[in-house]
C-alpha cells in the first residue's frame, strides 16, 4: 500500500512563509505526478501544486508567483515552499501522488496523505 506522509504545517502570521514536506513511503512505487492540493472550511478541494517526474509543473491561480513545489525522485519525496502567505491559504493541505501525468492531476491523484493544517492569521 502506497503511503504519503506530510509534514510542515502550522500556524503562522500573514507575510510569512512554511515549507511543506511530503515522502512516499513505498519504495517500489515511483510516482509520476506528485503534487499538493489544499482544503478550505467550506470550500472544494483544490490544486495548489504539481510536478511530474520529468519537470513538468502546473500551479494553481492562487499559487502563482508565491509557492514553490519541488521533488526527489531519487528519494520519491515532495516540497512546497509557501511565501508571502495569506489567511485565505488557511485550509489542509494534502500530498498527493499518481503514476501518470496528464490534465486530470488538476482534480485530483490517485495516492492521497492524510494533509496537513496550514494557518495564516492577518
Known amino acids: 500500500q502506497v503511503q504519503l506522509v506530510e509534514s510542515g504545517g502550522g500556524l503562522v502570521q500573514a507575510g510569512g512563509s512554511l515549507r511543506l514536506s511530503c515522502a512516499v513511503s513505498r519504495s517500489i512505487f515511483s510516482p509520476n505526478g506528485m503534487g499538493w492540493y489544499r482544503q478550505a472550511p467550506e470550500k472544494q478541494r483544490e490544486l495548489v501544486a504539481a510536478i511530474s517526474s520529468s519537470g513538468n509543473i502546473a500551479y494553481g491561480d492562487s499559487a502563482k508567483g508565491r509557492f514553490t513545489i519541488s521533488r526527489d525522485n531519487f528519494k520519491n519525496m515532495v516540497w512546497l515552499q509557501m511565501n508571502s502567505l495569506r489567511p485565505e491559504d488557511t485550509g489542509v493541505y494534502y500530498c498527493?501522488?499518481?503514476?501518470?501525468?496528464?490534465?486530470?492531476?488538476?482534480?485530483?491523484?490517485?495516492?492521497w496523505g492524510k494533509g496537513t493544517l496550514v494557518t495564516v492569521s492577518s
Open positions: 498527493a501522488a499518481d503514476g501518470s501525468w496528464g490534465p486530470w492531476i488538476e482534480r485530483g491523484m490517485d495516492y
